[in-house]
């Protein structure tokens, strides 16, 4: 047991692990939230969609991107991969 926090001893990730996952974690943000909506602006050319349209879609991808990260690193923490 840790004096610091009364939990039991747990196995810790090594610093390569940490900053392997790091960068993966970064990236995939990076693409979720950067550059797919990215994409959606600058890509898509419709011509049933204006600027707002895809302003909506954007800014809706990103959101979704954004909370589906949170809840994958949660899972993650819950089961103790990170």
């Given at each position: 047991?840790?004096?610091?926090?009364?939990?039991?001893?747990r196995?810790?990730?090594?610093?390569?692990?940490?900053?392997?996952?790091?960068?993966?974690?970064?990236?995939?943000?990076?693409?979720?939230?950067?550059?797919?909506p990215?994409?959606?602006?600058?890509?898509?050319?419709?011509?049933?969609?204006?600027?707002?349209?895809?302003?909506?879609?954007?800014?809706?991808?990103?959101?979704?991107?954004?909370?589906?990260?949170?809840?994958?690193?949660?899972?993650?923490?819950k089961?103790?991969?990170?």
């Amino acid at each position: 047991m840790d004096e610091h926090d009364g939990a039991p001893d747990r196995p810790r990730i090594g610093w390569l692990r940490a900053i392997v996952t790091a960068f993966i974690i970064v990236g995939v943000g990076i693409v979720v939230c950067v550059l797919v909506p990215n994409w959606v602006l600058t890509k898509i050319h419709s011509t049933s969609l204006d600027r707002g349209n895809l302003d909506a879609i954007a800014t809706g991808v990103f959101f979704i991107g954004l909370f589906a990260i949170a809840f994958a690193l949660r899972a993650l923490q819950k089961r103790k991969v990170i």
